[in-house]
């Protein structure tokens, strides 16, 4: 079962997460084969990280938890709060599978919150710049309740229309760069 885990920063937090950079990659390290992406979220600014997406494959919704609420900075207090959500890999592979490669353009996280009846539940045609895509389920995965997609683009207004905008009853778009050691 994949799902989708954005730990989002306490204003304030930037030290203790410097402060526990290794802590929470050791940790990662230990999910490495279940990783379908990972990677921090920005300010406007480019460089005040303001949260942290991780998309992984895990066997049930306890682990799921188990995942997103043991991690070092969630344990720290980092972290204000937590979304984590069923999710379904629609593009079938990894960030690291991307052809697009790990630099070069702007990356971002879209992240559109609804309810009703299902929307962009199929992968856009002719999208390349496409890291990872796919809709927000509820727990049993029967009931959506939104879609996340990791894009390449060139600002995030053009990010933000990946999604149906009127579908929605949010959307947020969030500077995004691929996670992990380097």
């Known amino acids: 079962m994949e799902y989708f885990c954005y730990h989002r920063d306490r204003l304030g937090s930037l030290p203790l997460r410097e402060e526990l950079l290794e802590a929470h990659w050791s940790y990662m390290d230990g999910y490495a084969k279940e990783l379908i992406a ?37 344990q720290a207090g980092a972290y204000r709060d937590v979304l984590l959500r069923r999710w379904r890999n629609l593009l079938g592979r990894t960030m690291w599978e991307f052809p697009g490669g790990r630099s070069g353009g702007n990356r971002y996280l879209v992240l559109g919150l609804g309810s009703g009846e299902a929307a962009d539940v199929d992968v856009p045609s002719g999208r390349d710049d496409l890291i990872a895509y796919g809709p927000l389920l509820s727990d049993d995965g029967a009931t959506w309740l939104g879609t996340a997609v990791l894009l390449r683009a060139p600002d995030p207004a053009t990010a933000r229309a990946v999604l149906t905008a009127d579908r929605y009853a949010d959307i947020e778009v969030h500077a995004w760069e691929f996670g992990g050691r380097r």
């Open 38 to 74: 990972r990677g921090p979220t920005f300010a406007d600014d480019g460089e005040t990280p303001t949260g942290s997406v991780h998309i992984v494959d895990l066997p049930d919704p306890a682990a799921a938890r188990a995942f997103a609420f043991d991690e070092p900075n969630y």
